[in-house]
């Protein structure tokens, strides 16, 4: 028999099913194999039988029609037969209908999306659909054969072959949900319904599983757990009477607090812990509104915690089937608790507030609700209205509001009557005594039996911090104004070589930040200083000449801390180089004079921008080494002071105002250090260095920076990266303090022999020819030469409202 196994095996998933008596024979003509019908009606036993032997059990006759199939091997020979016994009772069309149905039944079974499995009594797999595949990634050579529950998640396995033997011992069908281990690893949700297939004898020969994937309907119920979850909602569905839930969302067990195995198998067990007087309503006038397929609202009262008492809202929708007649029920029930004991509270709270009404020291009061008339008031709305209580009667709540606020004011009280929840609003009062009074007014609506009666008001009086916080903003935005102009300023002081350049920008500075007309800068003779300096006047010495070089104001009018600060940061910004510009300026005068050709030798410039970069960086060091940390020291030991002593509140803040200055001026000394000498320059190159002012820049600026480099195929020298940094700031500069305009484009090519930058903007632009002329416009002329310093070529191309913009190529080394 054992040869013949694959082919009983292969057989067998076509002919078990059959309606008709079907058996396979050898070439000895001994029956092999039988299928259910066969045996059902002429039994089969391990005696041997043989084909031309066959009768039925009761002994009579039969008078078939013989089908004999022959099958054959890989060599197309015989080696066994198919025996179909067509019974003489229709004749041809019994033939042909059989046929038909077998032709049906394997349509069917091999173009099915649901997966059929045959599982014998020991839950071995005899047959599988070819849909098995797609489900489940085994095919069907692999799953027939093998234990049904192989593949069948390990924390499900136990429960489905619990099931599974129920089956076996009930002969009932059963619906089961679990999950199957693809055979790529991953998981998917099955939904089966297994039934038994009885034998002749009525017990369980096999058991059929009919499974589909429902991974996706798994997901979309999850995310709507996880809605309901969110909402605080659970979603269900039984059938009519209410007797098993066809579907319910795990969010019920939060929702009512009652474990989901009391009332899963049986929902009506919820009404166990229901309020008795509600439940009485949802047996009562709910079910009979159910019965008549009317949906339903209702609120009612959960009392399984002993002490507590939990609300849910009830909303139920019945299904209607095609005659009109409930068939299934559809709800959802939505947890109200917090909003039931707010309602609660603040009913309690109306009901005892007139004992808190007079003493609290907040304004209240209320007025009713037709024309917002006062009904009464407390004394501490007196002091902050500035009206009478007596004064109140017959008198519009409305008619104490500015006219400007009216709108709003009107449009929270609508909102509070149609919602009656409390708004919150801040607007104006008339004050008879104080004029405009500044306030908060929380509305409140009140509720008697239910219904809104009127509203409460309850009034704070924030004059004095609304305008704290006024005077808070203007100061938070004149410091950002003084932040800004002190980083323009720093940059500017980067570039300006002659001390006419530096005065003018001192000038400048000084009379568009502080908004003074008068401010000069004046060389006072030594000893004359008490004569000449007039006391109305403010004096600030900025550095020395023949004679002493003082800074000149006017005052109109008393400067703010923040502004004095700014003032003193500013003048030790320009005293640090006044003096040391005054040298470089005498220097390059006498250098000059020497000059007799027109073109400026390119050794001297040379020398002259590496003194001036030496400069620059020896000034940076002795304001890091120096000033820099005197001011970090001071603002510690001032820090621990202030942590440690115990200040009256005046003193404190002043205090915590020092410090702040203290701050400022030490984040400004290193952005001037920073500006003096570009931290990592050389060691960054370029390139980097570059996007990193230009990121930097975008912080102030209020144009647009694009810039696009190519990688400089060779290395820069230092003169050459110093050199092309500071005409990008001088050109950034001007841009910011010029042009005017909304974008500024660079770039930086590196080509086979020289490096090649431009610089493009769409601001106002100008007319060059009026800036000819050796140092005429400072900025055109230190790009001039710094370019000439490095063996380069520079092109400025300019005219009014159209643009600037500059050509520069040097060589490489």
């Known amino acids: 028999m054992g040869k013949y196994q694959d082919v009983i095996r292969g057989a067998q998933q ?42 039925h059990p009761d002994g009579t006759g ?14 197309n020979l015989p080696i066994a037969y198919t025996v179909l016994l067509k019974e003489a009772r229709g004749g041809e069309r019994m033939e042909f209908e059989a046929e038909e149905r077998e032709e049906r039944y394997r349509i069917i079974a091999e173009n099915t999306s649901d997966t059929i499995v045959l599982v014998d009594n020991q839950a071995i797999v005899r047959y599988v659909s070819p849909s098995m595949t797609s489900l489940s990634g085994y095919n069907n050579d692999e799953y027939e054969g093998m234990d049904a529950f192989d593949i069948i998640h390990p924390e499900d396995r136990d429960r489905v072959r619990f099931n599974y033997w129920n089956v076996l011992q009930s002969k009932q069908p059963v619906n089961l949900e679990y999950r199957v281990i693809h055979a790529e690893g991953h998981t998917i949700h ?15 020969k096999y058991v059929v599983a009919v499974a589909r994937d429902v991974s996706e309907r798994k997901k979309t119920e999850q995310l709507l757990e996880n809605i309901l979850d969110n909402v605080n909602a659970a979603v269900w569905s039984t059938d009519k009477d209410f007797t098993r839930y066809t579907f319910c969302s795990e969010s019920m067990e939060k929702i009512s607090g009652i474990p989901r195995s009391e009332f899963i198998d049986n929902p009506i067990r919820l009404h166990d812990h229901i309020h008795p007087a509600d439940n009485a309503v949802l047996m009562g006038e709910v079910k009979r509104k159910l019965d008549m397929g009317l949906p339903v609202r209702q609120a009612f009262r959960f009392i399984h915690v002993e002490g507590e008492t939990r609300w849910g809202r009830l909303i139920i929708h019945p299904w209607l089937d095609h005659t009109g007649a409930v068939e299934r029920l559809d709800g959802i029930i939505l947890d109200i608790t917090e909003k039931m004991r707010s309602e609660l509270a603040l009913e309690e709270s109306e009901q005892r507030y007139k004992s808190l009404f007079e003493n609290n020291l907040d304004g209240v009061f209320s007025i009713e609700l037709n024309r917002f008339y006062f009904v ?52 104006r009062l008339h004050n008879a005594k ?27 009086d924030i004059t004095k911090r609304k305008t704290e916080e006024r005077e808070l903003i203007k100061r938070e935005e004149r410091y950002k104004f003084l932040q800004q102009s002190l980083n323009g300023l720093s940059n500017d002081l980067a570039n300006v070589m002659k001390v006419s350049e530096l005065e003018n920008r001192l000038i400048d500075e000084v009379r568009t930040v502080l908004q003074v007309t008068a401010v ?24 020395e000449k023949q004679q002493p070089v003082y800074l000149r104001i006017a005052m109109e009018h008393p400067l703010l801390r923040i502004e004095e600060e700014w003032l003193e940061t500013a003048v030790h910004y320009v005293t640090i180089l006044y003096d040391n510009l005054h040298l470089i300026e005498d220097l390059m005068k006498r250098l000059e004079d020497l000059v007799t050709t027109n073109e400026t030798p390119k050794w001297m410039l040379r020398l002259l921008f590496k003194l001036s970069e030496k400069e620059r960086s020896s000034l940076s060091s002795d304001l890091h080494d120096s000033v820099l940390q005197d001011l970090i020291i001071w603002y510690r030991r001032l820090e621990s002071l202030r942590s440690t002593g115990a200040f009256e509140k005046e003193a404190h803040r002043e205090l ?79 841009a910011s303090k010029h042009s005017k305009a909304n974008k500024i484009t660079m770039s930086l090519i590196s080509r086979a022999d020289h490096v090649h930058f431009s610089y493009s903007d769409d601001g106002v632009g100008m007319d060059l020819s009026t800036f000819e002329g050796s140092f005429q416009h400072m900025g055109i002329a230190g790009i001039e030469k710094r370019v000439l310093s490095l063996e380069g070529k520079v092109e400025f191309q300019s005219a009014p409202q159209q643009g600037f913009h500059v050509t520069i190529h040097f060589p490489k080394i």
């Open 376 to 427: 009464n008031a407390n004394r501490a709305f007196e002091l902050i209205t500035g009206m009478e209580l007596s004064q109140l009667t017959d008198r519009c709540f409305m008619g104490m509001i500015f006219d400007e606020d009216h709108p709003l004011v009107y449009e929270t009280l609508l909102e509070v009557m149609q919602q009656g929840m409390p708004r919150d609003i801040e607007c």
């Open 656 to 734: 915590m105002q020092i410090e702040e200055g203290l701050l400022d001026a030490i984040h400004q000394i290193r952005i001037t250090c920073n500006e003096l000498r570009p931290p990592f320059l050389l060691k960054m190159g370029l390139v980097e260095s570059l996007k990193s002012l230009f990121e930097y820049t975008r912080m102030f600026s209020n144009y647009e920076i694009e810039f696009t480099a190519d990688p400089l195929n060779v290395s820069l020298n230092e003169e050459q990266i110093l050199g092309m940094y500071r005409i990008v700031q001088e050109l950034l500069n001007n």
């Open 62 to 75: 039969i008078n078939p029609n013989v089908i004999v199939t022959p099958i054959l091997n890989d060599d």
């Open 434 to 460: 104080q004029g405009e009074k500044i306030v908060s007014i929380t509305f409140v609506p009140i509720f008697l039996s239910g219904n809104l009666n009127g509203i409460h008001g309850i009034v704070k």
């Open 14 to 55: 076509l002919l078990l099913n059959l309606p008709d008596p079907i058996y396979i024979i050898d070439l000895e003509d001994r029956v092999l194999w039988v299928n259910q019908v066969f045996e059902n009606r002429f039994g089969f036993s391990d005696a041997p039988m043989y084909h031309n032997n066959i009768i």
């Open 190 to 204: 099955i939904e089966a319904r297994v039934k038994p297939v009885l034998d002749g004898k009525g017990d369980v």
């Open 520 to 543: 000069s800068i004046e060389e006072v003779p030594r000893g004359q200083e008490a004569a000449i300096m007039s006391p109305h006047d403010t004096w600030i010495k900025i550095g």
